[in-house]
C-alpha cells in the first residue's frame, strides 16, 4: 500500500495568505483609502481642480494680468470685452481681467486667513471644552453661543467698525471672530466621544499630562472634521469678504476685490454688464469649488464610505 507523500515544509502559497481578507484592499493605510474614495467623487474632484485653478490664477496674477490693475488705459473708457481687453473695462478705463486676477490674490488671502484664524480658536476652545467639560465647557460654549446669535455680516461689520481702520488683517480678524463657533462644537462633540474611548482611558491611567493625551490622541482623530469644515469656512469667508467689500469697508480702493468691483458696477450693470458679471462670476465658481471639494473630502474621510 502506498502511502501519501508528505507535504513539502517550503510550499509556494504565501505565509500570510489566510489573514489577506483581513487587510485593507492592496495593504493601503487610512489616508490612502480616503484619496481612493475621494478620486470616484467627480463632484470633490471638479470642485478641487475649481480651487487649484483659482489658486494658480491668484499666485501667477503678476504675469497672468495683460494691464497694470490700477492705471486707466487711454480711450478705452468703457470699453466691452474684445480682443484686447478680454473682458472688458470699468468705468476709470481700468482692465477688468487684470483686476479679476488681483482681486483672487486679495480674497483668497483674506479668506485663508481668516479660516486659519477661525480653525486656532475653534480647534483650542472645542478641545479645551470638551477635554476638561464642567465650567469651562460652559462657559466656552456659552460665549459660542453669544457669537452665534448674531448673523454672521452683522457681527463682521460690527467688529470692522470697532476698528475704525479699513486693512486687509482688520477683515480677516473680523470673518475668523465670525467662524470660530462653528468649528468650536463640531470638535467638542468629537472630543466628547473620544475621550471615553479606551486608547485616552489607558493613556491616563499611565500618567499622561492633558497636553499629551490632547496633541497625540485627541486632535489627530478630530482632523477629518477639521479639513471639511475649514474648507467650507474658505467659501463662507470670501462671501464674507466680498461682502464687506461691497459695502465699503472691506478693501480699501485702488486695490482690488471681487466685492469692491460689484460696488463699483453697480450703477452701470445695466449699460456696462461686464463690469459686474467677471467679477461675480470668479466669487461663484470660487465658492462652488470650495463647497464641492468639501463635500467630496466628507464623504473621503468618512470611514464608513465603502471603498
Same mark, same amino acid.
Given at each position: 500500500m502506498n502511502r501519501p507523500e508528505p507535504r513539502p515544509a517550503h510550499s509556494d502559497r504565501p505565509a500570510d495568505a489566510g489573514t489577506a481578507e483581513t487587510r485593507s484592499p492592496h495593504g493601503a493605510g487610512p489616508a490612502r483609502m480616503a484619496w481612493r474614495r475621494f478620486r470616484r467623487s467627480r463632484m470633490g474632484l471638479a470642485g478641487g481642480v475649481i480651487v487649484a485653478v483659482m489658486l494658480l490664477a491668484a499666485l501667477l496674477a503678476p504675469w497672468l494680468a495683460p494691464y497694470p490693475y490700477d492705471e486707466p488705459i487711454m480711450d478705452s473708457f468703457g470699453e466691452g470685452p474684445c480682443a484686447a481687453h478680454w473682458m472688458g473695462v470699468d468705468q476709470n478705463a481700468r482692465d477688468v481681467m487684470s483686476r479679476v486676477l488681483y482681486g483672487a490674490r486679495v480674497s483668497l488671502q483674506v479668506a485663508l486667513a481668516a479660516t486659519a484664524v477661525a480653525v486656532a480658536l475653534g480647534v483650542a476652545a472645542g478641545v479645551t471644552a470638551g477635554y476638561f467639560g464642567r465650567w469651562v465647557d460652559e462657559a466656552i460654549m456659552r460665549a459660542a453661543d453669544a457669537f452665534s446669535a448674531f448673523p454672521g455680516i452683522l457681527l463682521a461689520i460690527a467688529i470692522t467698525a470697532a476698528f475704525r481702520t479699513r486693512s486687509l488683517t482688520v477683515v480677516f480678524v473680523a470673518l475668523g471672530l465670525v467662524g470660530w463657533s462653528t468649528l468650536a462644537r463640531i470638535v467638542r462633540s468629537q472630543v466628547l466621544?473620544?475621550?471615553?474611548?479606551?486608547?485616552?482611558?489607558? +493613556?491616563?491611567?499611565?500618567? #499622561?499630562?492633558?497636553?499629551? /493625551?490632547?496633541?497625540?490622541? &485627541? $486632535?489627530?482623530?478630530? @482632523?477629518?472634521?477639521?479639513?471639511?469644515?475649514?474648507?467650507?469656512?474658505?467659501?463662507?469667508?470670501?462671501?464674507?469678504?466680498?461682502?464687506?467689500?461691497?459695502?465699503?469697508?472691506?478693501?480699501?480702493?485702488?486695490?482690488?476685490?471681487?466685492?469692491?468691483?460689484?460696488?463699483?458696477?453697480?450703477?452701470?450693470?445695466?449699460?456696462?454688464?461686464?463690469?459686474? +458679471?467677471?467679477?461675480?462670476? #470668479?466669487?461663484?465658481?470660487? /465658492?462652488?469649488?470650495?463647497? &464641492? $471639494?468639501?463635500?467630496? @473630502?466628507?464623504?473621503?474621510?468618512?470611514?464608513?464610505?465603502?471603498?
Open positions: 466621544v473620544l475621550r471615553e474611548e479606551d486608547f485616552v482611558t489607558a +493613556a491616563v491611567a499611565l500618567g #499622561a499630562r492633558p497636553a499629551r /493625551v490632547v496633541f497625540r490622541h &485627541l $486632535l489627530p482623530n478630530c @482632523l477629518g472634521p477639521v479639513i471639511v469644515t475649514a474648507t467650507l469656512l474658505m467659501a463662507g469667508n470670501i462671501l464674507g469678504e466680498a461682502g464687506l467689500s461691497f459695502l465699503g469697508i472691506g478693501v480699501e480702493p485702488p486695490r482690488p476685490s471681487w466685492g469692491l468691483m460689484l460696488a463699483e458696477a453697480r450703477s452701470k450693470m445695466m449699460l456696462n454688464w461686464w463690469m459686474c +458679471a467677471f467679477p461675480g462670476l #470668479a466669487i461663484a465658481l470660487t /465658492v462652488l469649488g470650495f463647497n &464641492l $471639494l468639501g463635500d467630496g @473630502l466628507r464623504d473621503a474621510l468618512d470611514p464608513r464610505t465603502k471603498t
